[in-house]
């Protein structure tokens, strides 16, 4: 397992992060992702330790809190130290019937993050993730609200989830002015089945020195080698057809997959998940599993090493459509590059 820095901070994660929507028992939207019990969740999280995995992923609408209260637990039962795990959480989305049991808004924030470290049995939450945009909310009083928490010792970092660019530099630019604490990741959504997050994202990304975690790396299951052409697969795509995809798009990448799965004994899944972690904007790849053997199999992309042609080969065949201004900026920056500079970590 490797491991890299969150963001601009001091924090190592693995690259692999163990996402846990499939942890709890539901109805309704959420009865889809998964309805792990107890003693499942905690072989998955004890066996993803093991395999290195310091990272694990959460929220509190996954199961209306229950997916909290199962990672809680399956940390406790499987006698990890607090300090070796680095868990994060969620707040967003409705907990409740009420008008202010939802948002971004100081008062859903405050009572949120009390609720969530009681269900995960812990005294502070390492990095503390708003799920979505709040177009009610001023975005300075969530950025405040983050930051008491952080000084209140509740949350260590914070980040966030599914915000365009330019959201998250003006909630860098209050942080900045009024020196508070500023989002140090970005949870989104990113695959080789679709590669929109490069357009504005990813520059943004890399000049603030953000860090990423992708989830849905296998595009909602259409990349697991379950789907194809001929006949639709089993699992979550199968009944809860989400994140969009272009199918025809993902069914021409996965043909050129699966020979280089092929020649290596491995799995269509381990080859898309091995094409994010070449990417050097990649912090960590959320991986959401029901079964154990699912999890062995998405520890083992990490072991992959795809080769110049192979990258060459999938960059090409799932590269974005031109489009302004990214296509004017590649033109004009050609005045300014230097030969033969080696590009930074970051930039």
């Known amino acids: 397992m490797r491991y890299n820095q969150l963001g601009n901070t001091g924090l190592t994660v693995s690259e692999l992060c163990l996402g846990t929507m499939t942890f709890g028992s539901t109805e309704g939207r959420w009865a889809a992702m998964g309805q792990l019990d107890q003693p499942t969740a905690d072989a998955i ?21 229950t997916s909290e209260e199962r990672l809680g637990q399956a940390i406790r039962n499987a006698g990890l130290a607090r300090e070796d795990v680095v868990i994060a959480t969620k707040v967003l989305g409705p907990m409740g019937p009420g008008v202010n049991a939802r ?26 993730q708003v799920h979505g945009w709040d177009p009610l909310t001023p975005v300075e009083e969530t950025v405040r609200a983050l930051d008491d928490l952080v000084r209140q010792g509740h949350v260590r970092y914070v980040g966030v989830s599914n915000w365009a660019a330019w959201q998250i530099m003006k909630a860098h630019g209050i942080a900045k002015a009024e020196g508070l604490a500023r989002f140090e990741s970005l949870q989104a959504y990113y695959t080789i089945a679709g590669r929109d997050l490069e357009r504005e994202l990813v520059p943004m990304l890399l000049s603030e020195r953000v860090g990423l975690m992708v989830w849905s790396p296998l595009a909602g299951g259409l990349l697991s080698g379950k789907f194809s052409r001929e006949g639709e697969g089993e699992g979550r795509r199968a009944s809860f057809d989400f994140p969009p995809v272009d199918r025809e798009k993902a069914f021409d990448l996965i043909d050129l997959m699966r020979p280089m ?8 899944a381990q080859i898309a998940l091995a094409w994010l972690l070449h990417q050097r904007v990649v912090t960590s790849v959320i991986v959401g599993v029901r079964r154990l053997d699912q999890l062995k199999d998405n520890l083992a992309a990490g072991d992959i090493e795809l080769s110049t042609g192979e990258l060459a080969t999938l960059g090409e065949a799932s590269k974005l459509a031109p489009e302004y201004p990214g296509w004017m900026l590649a033109v004009q920056s050609g005045y300014r590059t230097v030969p033969g500079a080696k590009p930074s970590r970051w930039r």
């Open 45 to 65: 999280v004890k066996t993803a330790f093991e395999a290195g995995i310091n990272f694990y992923d959460t929220a509190n609408v996954y199961a209306e809190g």
């Open 103 to 128: 948002g971004l808004s100081r008062t859903h924030i405050m009572d949120q993050v009390k609720a969530s470290l009681r269900r995960l049995q812990t005294d502070h939450i390492d990095l503390y």
């Open 261 to 268: 799965a092929d020649k290596r004994g491995v799995s269509v």
